[in-house]
């Protein structure tokens, strides 16, 4: 018949009771003439906001210059199991000019802030520290692009692995700009030039090779070039990036990690794109919804307010969002809890679509 013809042309090799995938659906749709509308996720949620009013995209494209100002860059580490990236993140956060001093815990909130001199100035850069790039692509799955940087850490006794491909290749994907920290220059067996070598065949071309990625030398566990490695991020940052935001406006965000605690509840690690979170905020996060009891950063202290590119901890939501939701803020209670509950519905109905959705031909056939 046409149909199984069509599809062995798209190399489907179908038979009458085969299911199909939704771009095979598609350009059978345009065979047959029928227009097939995919709706992502996304574009669902899109709309539901919408339907309150709130269009986020268009509110970003409304903001005037005079309404954005300088923000840190967010960065995550990514890189090869047992390439330092954990040792890294520790070493990094002890060069925090403002920490120490007040003795504080540093606690595990998935993301911090340090402070570091870079050409006379104090400047902020906020990492993310969620395990690997297990975060960034989940996170990424979810539409949510939280990254501004990506320090791929190698090994230089090692040298490039299975894993620092995928996460280059994530990172390429995703427009991240690539620093590239050669970690473990201690090790007698250490190689970083050989690292840089190997970079070049996937596009990672260093500076002094005459390329544009920054390579920094660095051993995470002996505490060598790590300022090297943070100037280096933000001369990344300030070469191409324009990374501004308006914090006068309510917070929008991305939850980075959440987990239940016992005594404080629900307690989710949000990063502020844009605008300020306050304690007292009416906040929905995916399907999370409360008002912000209390919020603590990365030292264990309280905040009352947190601005673009800060990671808060923030207690009150009702449940636990998935790292990746988006967050936001709005006017009243009821409104978050009412967009968290059509958000739920909508889940459910994705769930019923997909179990209908294994349509098959013989179904289409009928049709
Ligand atoms: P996963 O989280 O398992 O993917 O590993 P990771 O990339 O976070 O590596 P981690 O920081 O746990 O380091 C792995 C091992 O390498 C540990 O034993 C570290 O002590 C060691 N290590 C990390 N950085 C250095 C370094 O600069 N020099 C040396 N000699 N050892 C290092
Ligand atoms: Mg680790």
Partial sequence: SILVTILFNLGEMATATESLDEATFEVLGVELGYKVQMVSPEDEDKELLEGFGLDLEQELADEDDGDLEIRPPVVTVMGHVDHGKTRLLDAIRQTNVTA????????????????????GHERAITFIDTPGHEAFTAMRARGAQVTDIAILVVAADDGIMPQTVEALNHAQ?????????????????????????????????????????????????????????????LLTADAGLDLRANPNK?????????????????????LIQSGTLRVGDAIVAGTAYGRVRAMMDENGDAVEEAAPARP???????????????????????????????????????????????????????A
């Fill in 250 to 270: 309510d917070a929008r965000g991305v939850a980075i990690e959440a987990k239940l605690d016992k005594g404080r509840g629900s307690v989710a690690t949000v």
């Fill in 100 to 119: 120490g001093e007040a003795g504080g815990i540093t606690q595990h909130i998935g993301a911090y802030q340090i402070w570091t001199e870079h050409d």
């Fill in 312 to 366: 808060v901890q923030v207690q009150g939501l009702n449940s636990v969002p998935r790292a990746g939701d988006t967050f936001l803020v709005t006017d009243e209670d009821r409104m978050a809890r009412q967009i968290a509950e059509k958000r739920e519905a909508a889940a459910r109905n994705a769930q019923l679509a997909k179990a209908r959705k294994r349509i098959s031909l013989e179904d289409f056939t009928r």
């Fill in 173 to 233: 994907a995703a427009g991240v700009p690539i620093v590239v920290a050669v970690n473990k220059i201690d090790k007698p067996d250490a190689n970083p030039a050989r690292v840089r070598q190997q970079l070049t065949e996937y596009g990672l071309v260093a500076e002094e090779y005459g390329g544009d990625v920054m390579f920094v030398d660095v051993s995470a566990r002996e505490n060598i070039g790590i300022q090297d490695l943070l100037d280096a991020v």
